[in-house]
Structures are given as C-alpha cells and as structure tokens.
C-alpha cells in the first residue's frame, strides 16, 4: 500500500515538473504570443490591448497556475492559427489517435503472446530461429515504411483496402474503425517483433531454472511444464513491456496518421508544429506525455499486484 | 590486426553479419563523397520516372534524376546525423550519469527524478518539442535528438558507476588522495567502457529511427539536404506510379538499421 502510495506522490509530481517544462518551453521562451498573433502590422495599441486580453502581463508563476487551473476546468487556451480555441481544434481528432492506438495495442497483445509463445518453443529448432530474425527485421522497419509497404502490398497490389479511404465515425462506427486497421498494423508490427522476441527470452531463462527440472522429474509431460510452469513465470514481466510500447504507440501514431493520411492529434501536431501555433503544440505534447505517465504509473501498480513475489511493503 | 581478430572470433554471428553490413554502407558513404554515378540533383526531362535498368539500376524519379544517386547522398546525412546525435546524447549522458552515480546524495535524486520523467517520454517527442521552438534543419535535429538521448545514456552509465563505486581499485585511487573527478574519468569511465559502447550500438540503431521519422514527417532535414526519411516523404507522392522511389531508400535504411541492430544484438545476448 505504501508503495503505491509513493508511486502516485510521483506521479503528481513528474506531472506536475512536465507541465511546467512545457509552460515554460512553450508560453515562455518562444516570445509574445500577442505579436505573433496579431502579426507585424498591428499597432502598439492593439497589441496591448490583447496582451491583457491574454494576460501576458501578469507575473510569471501567476500565468503558469492560471494556465495549469485552466487546464483542468478544460480551458486550453486558443488557437494562434485557426480562430477556434484548442479544444474544439483537438476534439474530434481525439477518437482518430484513442482509436488507432486502443486497435494497435489489441493487435500487439493478440499477435505477440502467441508469437512469443511459439518462438519459445521452438527456440531449438530451424523454424524457431529464422523467425528469430525475421522479428529482429520487422524491429528495423521503421513504422512509416512499414506503412507504406502495406499501402503498396495489401492497398494497391492485393487490394484488400482502399488507401487514403477514411470513414467519419459520425457516418459509420465500424467503418472508421476498419479504415484504420492497415495503419494500426503499420504501428504494431514492429512491437509485435519486440513482445514476442521478449516473452522468448523469458520462456529460454524460465525454462533453464530448477522447478523447471523439478516438475520434469516429478513425470509432468511437456506440455504440462511448458503451459503451468515456464509461462506462468515467463509472461508476468511481459506486462511491463506492454506498458512500454504504449510510448511507442503514441510516438508510432504521429508518423503513421501521417502515411495514412488519418486526421488526428499526430496530423494536427505537425501542422501546427510548422506554423507555430504554440498553444495547440503545447497542448498536444502535454496530452500524449501525461497518457504515456499515467498508463506507465498504473502498468507499475498492476504489476506489484499480479506478482505476488514483489512486496508491497518496502 | 592481431588484436581485431581476437575481437573478432569473440564475437556472436549476429554481430560478424552486422558489422560486415555496416562495413559495407559505410564504404558506399565514403565512396559517395568522392564518386556518384549521377550528379543527385541532375534533372533529366528524357528520364522521368523510368524503373529501374543497367544505366539507372533503383530507375529515376518524377524529376529524371538517379535514385541510387540520391540515396547514396540521403545516406551520408543519416549517417552523420546518427553520430552527431550519438556524440551529443552519449558523452553528455556518460557525464551526467556518472556524476549522478558518483557523487549521489540530493544531488542524484534530482537529476534521477527528472531523467526517469523524460525517459517515460518517446525521444522524438521530446525532439519535436525542440524542434518546435527552433525549427527544422541538419544542425536542429542533431542538437534536439541528442538532448532527447541524453536521459537513457545518463542511466546507463549510472548504473554501471554505482555497481564498481565501491570496488577495490576506487578505493586504494581514493587513498592515493585522487580526487573525485579523477576517480570517474581516469579510473572508473574505462572499466564501463564497454557497457558505454553497447548502449551506443542501440543508440546509433535508434538515431537512425528517429531521425529518418523525422525528416519523414518533414521536421527534419530541410531542402536541400535529403536524408532517406525525407526522401521518403518526397516520394510518397509518386508511389503508385515509380514505387521504386520509396523501395530503394527504403532498404537502404532498413539495412543501416539491421546493421546496428545486429551488431548490438551481441552485447543484449549477454545481459549486458
């Protein structure tokens, strides 16, 4: 219990030390933002007047609490591009990433453990080490090729799907979510590779231990040992890999709405990136670096509680 | 030479594949810059768009200029990138870190509790970040992808100081009346050395990535500089006519990847 508790103090506090880094990085350093919106022609007078419309005067840990208040209360501030605040701006690409990265995580939990499963077993055998390589050449190809690989194999070439074909879920709910699948594959394979080649890892150090041998000498079949004993041990750890790729899938989703011309936060995140609009940035990054913390903390916890080897206590 | 063989016969097949392929590229790199078979930039209105034959062999793209030319030049960027970034990330990250280990006390738990919250962060988030403030271009990604692999080396090498800290040899330096500077670059960094060099094979493997996602996404390498991602991007535009555009920068930086991937494969089957 003390532990989790102590998890979560942490937690608030990295939160708290990223959204002041970003408060800094992006209300700070890059200037004023009443110049930079109302351009170069404006005059002195207009360009006060939006100051305090904006409350870029105000001392400076007074702004980062009323930006940080102002987040909670759903307030992200405006748009310097579009006359629209972020909220609306972010909204409706929210369900295209939550969507994308919630299909490809499914993809990765459902392909990797079988993989996984089946490399460990056979590790020993021919097939078992040319598909060793053959994950290690999946993790080299970066997710953006990967999906234009698919684009050109299945889109163009078998034509399982249309490329660039995308579905408002507004229109059709498993529309939008089929258009999606090709990109969700383009950002799981790579992960798929490095789940399953970790979960074989595990099952080849669980399988040399002595309750291994134990269990064998006791006259438990292989199969027996493999599935009670080795997997048991051998796919706890596995978890914490899972929440790490949730990173990755954040990271991966950036590249890939872009190959597939998906509108999302990833999308919107460039854009904004090149005409500068700070606020939508901020924004953004501050929204995919809280989900990867949180989901890190509670991947964290879960997993003190599913192992029951690791102490809550110290 | 004798010296490399032992090296050699010591190493696992996976690293032998990775470091002749790495040996490979990195000739083409060097041969690039003294010798191209097309002028890169060279735009030939007779040959556009032609697949791949004997005098073009990756063909030529909507433009007429030489494929295998362009990815010869891409690739010199994707390699210096990587070592600027490397440079950068892994001696920052090597001081850091074994100062934290070193010295402990407030001072590591600071530097430890920022780290472990910018480690949690996808390094090309934290690079856009950067590059968002200071914009695109060659130099702008080194710098801001370096910074973001600051943290994972900085662990790394704190790891390994606190484990031989308090080894024999740290000890009778420190009774020689070394001081603490001393101890950690002249006694302890050569010791972790080899664990350094592991974390710089991954490190060039994942610098190769994040910066070829990022000229892919077009915050990287600017015009006229064409690293393979951003060459990639280009021509994602005429994949359905010339798919060859994509392929052919794309296995090129598929094998720079393996390359390192392999020749860090060895030092991971260790444990290390």
Known sequence: MKQIVRRLVALVLTLLLISFLIFVIFQIIPGDGAVSRLGTNATPEQIAALRKELHLDDPFFKRYFNWLFGLFRGDFGSSYKYDMSVAELIGGKLKVTFFLAMESFFLIVLISLPVGIFLGRTAKKPIGAALHVATQVCMAVPSFFTGILIILIFGLGLKLFIPYYFVKPENSFFGFLGCMIPGAFAIAIPKIAMVSRFLRTNVLEESRKDYVRTAYSKGAGEKHVFYRHILKNAILPVVTILGMTIAEIMAGSIVVEQVFGLPGMGQLLISSINHRDFPVVSVIILYMAFVVIVMNTIVDILYQCIDPRISMED | ?272
């Open chain 2, 1 to 272: 030479m004798r010296r490399f063989i032992r090296f050699w016969n010591k190493r696992n097949k996976y690293f032998h594949v990775g470091f002749i392929l790495l040996a490979v590229l990195f000739l083409c790199v060097v041969v690039s810059y003294f010798w191209l078979p097309y002028d890169p930039t060279a735009m030939d209105p007779s040959m556009t768009g032609r697949g791949p034959s004997l005098t073009h062999i990756f063909g030529t793209d909507e433009y007429g200029r030489d494929v295998f030319s362009r990815v010869l030049v891409g690739m010199q960027d994707s390699f210096t990138i990587a070592f600027g970034v490397i440079a950068i990330g892994g001696l920052i990250g090597a001081v850091v870190g074994s100062l934290s280990g070193y010295l402990g006390g407030w001072l590591d738990e600071v530097i430890m509790r920022l780290n472990d919250s910018l480690i949690s962060i996808p390094s090309i988030l934290l690079a856009l970040v950067m590059i968002s403030l200071v914009g695109a271009g060659k130099y702008n990604v080194i710098v801001a992808l370096g910074i973001a692999f600051i943290p994972s080396f900085a662990r790394l090498v704190r790891g390994e100081v606190i484990k031989v800290k308090d080894a024999e040899y740290v000890r009778s330096a420190k009774l020689m009346g070394a001081g603490k500077l001393r101890i950690i670059f002249i006694h302890i960094f050569p010791n972790i050395f080899p664990t350094w060099m592991a974390g710089v094979a991954v490190g060039f493997n994942n610098a190769v990535l994040a910066e070829s996602g990022l000229s892919f996404l077009g915050i990287g390498v600017s015009p006229p500089d064409a690293s393979l991602g951003r060459m990639l991007a280009e021509a994602q535009s005429v994949m359905f006519s010339s798919p060859w555009c994509v392929i052919a920068p794309g296995i090129f930086l598929i094998l720079l990847i393996l390359a390192f991937s392999f020749v860090s494969e060895n030092y991971s089957e260790k444990g290390v």
